[in-house]
Nanobody
Framework: QVQLVESGGGSVQAGGSLRLSCADS????????MGWFRQTPGKAREGVAT???????VYAESVKGRFTISQDNAKNTLSLQMNSLRPEDTAMYYC?????????????????????WGQGTQVTISS
C-alpha cells in the first residue's frame, strides 16, 4: 500500500526558507512521477514542481528560481527546498505520486494525473 507522509511545514517571514519532505512507503517506483502541489481555501490544487523517473523536472512559473525539488531514492524521500518565500506561497502543501508525462519547459502535470496523496503540511508566510 502506498503511503505518503509530508513534514517540514511551518511559519516563517517573507524572504525565509523552508524544506518540505515526503516519505513514501517504498512503492514510489510504481509511479512515473512525484510532485508537490499546494492549495488554499476555495482554490484548485496547483502543481508546484514535478520530477519523473528519468529525472525530468518542471516547476510552476511562480516558483521558478526559488523552489527546488529533489528525490533520494535510497531513502524513499521527496524534498522541496523553498527559498525567498513570499506571502502568496502560503498554502497547504501536498506530496503526490502518479503516472504522468513530464515534459521539460511545460507546466507541471495537473492533479488528475496523480493517484496517491499525502495528508498535507501547512506553510504560512508572514509579511
Amino acid at each position: 500500500q502506498v503511503q505518503l507522509v509530508e513534514s517540514g511545514g511551518g511559519s516563517v517571514q517573507a524572504g525565509g526558507s523552508l524544506r518540505l519532505s515526503c516519505a513514501d512507503s517504498g512503492y514510489a517506483y510504481l509511479g512515473y512521477c512525484m510532485g508537490w502541489f499546494r492549495q488554499t481555501p476555495g482554490k484548485a490544487r496547483e502543481g508546484v514542481a514535478t520530477i519523473d523517473t528519468e529525472g525530468t523536472i518542471v516547476y510552476a512559473e511562480s516558483v521558478k528560481g526559488r523552489f527546488t525539488i529533489s528525490q533520494d531514492n535510497a531513502k524513499n524521500t521527496l524534498s522541496l527546498q523553498m527559498n525567498s518565500l513570499r506571502p502568496e506561497d502560503t498554502a497547504m502543501y501536498y506530496c503526490a505520486l502518479g503516472a504522468c508525462t513530464v515534459v521539460a519547459s511545460r507546466p507541471p502535470p495537473s492533479a488528475v494525473e496523480y493517484h496517491y496523496w499525502g495528508q498535507g503540511t501547512q506553510v504560512t508566510i508572514s509579511s
